[in-house]
C-alpha cells in the first residue's frame, strides 16, 4: 500500500505540474495572440538629437500600438536610454532609465513632450527629459521617427 500511494502521489504532483504548465503556456498564447491581432502593432525607427550636444546622433528602435483614433503606447530605446511611453493627440510621457556609461548604473527618466506627424508615417518628437542624475539633469530632446 506505502509504494501504491507514493505512486499516486507522484502521478498526481507530475499531473498538477502538466496543468500548471498548460496555464502558463495558454497564458503566453492568449497574449501573443491579442498582440498579433492587434491592427496599431508598429515597430518605429528613429534618430534622435539632444539640444544640448546636436552633434551626437542616436539611432532609436521600439515598438508602437495604436489604439482608438489618437491614443498610443510602446517602448523604444537607442542603448543609453529605454522608456516606455504614452500619449494622446499631441502630448506624450515616458518613464524610463538611462545608463551611465562610465558605471553602468541605471538611473530613472521621466520624459514629457509632444508628437507632430510631418508626413504619412513620418514623425518629429520634441521632449524634455528629466533625470535626478547630474550628468542627465534634463533638456530638451528633438527625434525624427518612421512608423510602419
Do not use: C, H, W
Given at each position: 500500500?506505502?509504494?501504491?500511494?507514493?505512486?499516486?502521489?507522484?502521478?498526481?504532483?507530475?499531473?498538477?505540474?502538466?496543468?500548471?504548465?498548460?496555464?502558463?503556456?495558454?497564458?503566453?498564447?492568449?497574449?501573443?495572440?491579442i498582440l498579433i491581432a492587434?491592427?496599431?502593432?508598429?515597430?518605429?525607427?528613429?534618430?534622435?538629437?539632444?539640444?544640448?550636444?546636436?552633434?551626437?546622433?542616436?539611432?532609436?528602435?521600439?515598438?508602437?500600438?495604436?489604439?482608438?483614433?489618437?491614443?498610443?503606447?510602446?517602448?523604444?530605446?537607442?542603448?543609453?536610454?529605454?522608456?516606455?511611453?504614452?500619449?494622446?493627440?499631441?502630448?506624450?510621457?515616458?518613464?524610463?532609465?538611462?545608463?551611465?556609461?562610465?558605471?553602468?548604473?541605471?538611473?530613472?527618466?521621466?520624459?514629457?513632450?509632444?508628437?507632430?506627424?510631418?508626413?504619412?508615417?513620418?514623425?518629429?518628437?520634441?521632449?524634455?527629459?528629466?533625470?535626478?542624475?547630474?550628468?542627465?539633469?534634463?533638456?530638451?530632446?528633438?527625434?525624427?521617427?518612421?512608423?510602419?
Amino acid at each position: 500500500m506505502i509504494g501504491r500511494n507514493s505512486s499516486l502521489s507522484f502521478i498526481y504532483s507530475k499531473i498538477k505540474m502538466g496543468l500548471k504548465m498548460k496555464k502558463y503556456i495558454f497564458g503566453l498564447i492568449f497574449i501573443s495572440q491579442i498582440l498579433i491581432a492587434q491592427n496599431g502593432l508598429a515597430p518605429v525607427l528613429g534618430m534622435r538629437f539632444d539640444i544640448n550636444n546636436m552633434n551626437t546622433v542616436k539611432q532609436v528602435v521600439g515598438v508602437q500600438i495604436n489604439f482608438d483614433g489618437d491614443k498610443y503606447s510602446g517602448f523604444d530605446t537607442d542603448g543609453e536610454y529605454s522608456r516606455i511611453f504614452m500619449g494622446m493627440s499631441y502630448a506624450k510621457l515616458g518613464i524610463g532609465s538611462v545608463s551611465d556609461e562610465n558605471t553602468g548604473e541605471l538611473t530613472a527618466i521621466i520624459t514629457v513632450g509632444a508628437t507632430y506627424n510631418i508626413s504619412g508615417a513620418l514623425n518629429t518628437d520634441i521632449e524634455y527629459v528629466y533625470s535626478q542624475d547630474s550628468a542627465n539633469q534634463g533638456g530638451l530632446r528633438v527625434a525624427i521617427g518612421l512608423q510602419f
